[in-house]
């Protein structure tokens, strides 16, 4: 058997070295999400979590995007001011934070800088706002 996997290794190079970058990759990817801070929500996990829990809602878009809506009561902070502006958070660290963006890529940067920041309860809304939308969840003008 052994002599048999040499065989292929030396017939077929290029698939050894594609099957041990994957591999390899798939374990830094798994590494990464073990070691995350944070769990990614699903639209109908947020909901749930929002019935049973005091939650404060992060809108980490660009004021830009808003315009279109946002989930009501949500405070609105760009991602890349989340580190200068953690300290406006400071009043809810011991609460439940719920952040999203867009398509739930930012929140997860966002998270991990409030991770930083000592926040321990925060979760990413996977794929955002539009999945939200999605989901036909209510989104408010204001």
Known sequence: ????????????????????????????????????????????????LMNSEDIVLLDVREPSETVGGKIAKAIQIPAGAVATRGGELEKHKSKTLLVYCKT??????????????????????SGGILAWQEAHLPISKK
């Open 1 to 48: 058997m052994l002599a048999q996997i040499s065989e292929f290794a030396v017939n077929h190079p290029y698939l050894v070295i594609a099957f041990a970058v994957l591999l390899a990759l798939t374990f830094f990817n798994e590494m990464k999400i073990a070691t995350q801070r944070f769990a990614s929500l699903t639209p109908a996990a947020a909901v749930q």
């Open 104 to 125: 739930g890529a930012r929140s997860g940067q966002a998270c991990k800088e409030l991770g930083k920041q000592g926040f321990d309860k925060v979760f990413s809304l």
